[in-house]
């Protein structure tokens, strides 16, 4: 089995920074692609950043700037810091991994439970 997990949300006034981190555990051979998506009340569910396995990094127009993806391959870890907090920002933040398992050779894509980001005013 896999388990991804988030964690490092939180309320926090605008301006500052907070870094999320998403961990994968289990039954892993390689961890490809992770993308962090966020969910404000009432919307979708939109992609905010990802990094491949090559480290090339995508970021959604609205954080560029002022939010960074990076990994930690020896802990399957990935981390989204985020500078410059708006309150727009305010959404549960969920982590999107593919991840290839030592007992198959098939990529399959995991979720988090999500972590809530506040940013007030």
């Known amino acids: 089995q896999v388990q991804v997990v988030e964690s490092g949300g939180g309320l926090v006034q605008a301006g500052v920074s907070l870094r999320l981190s998403c961990s994968a555990s289990?039954?892993?051979?390689?961890?490809?692609?992770v993308g962090w998506y966020c969910q404000a009340p009432g919307k979708q569910r939109e992609l905010v950043a990802s990094?491949?396995?090559?480290?090339?990094?995508m970021y959604a127009d609205s954080v560029k700037g002022r939010f960074t993806i990076s990994r930690d391959n020896a802990k399957n870890t990935v981390y989204l810091q985020m500078s410059s907090l708006k309150p727009e920002d305010t959404a549960v933040y969920y982590c999107?991994?593919?991840?290839?398992?030592?007992?198959?050779?098939?990529?399959?894509?995991?979720w988090g439970q999500g972590t809530q980001v506040t940013v007030s005013s």
């Open positions: 999107q991994a593919w991840i290839m398992r030592w007992s198959s050779d098939m990529l399959s894509d995991y």
């Open positions: 289990g039954s892993i051979f390689s961890i490809k692609r």
């Open positions: 990094i491949a396995s090559d480290d090339t990094t």
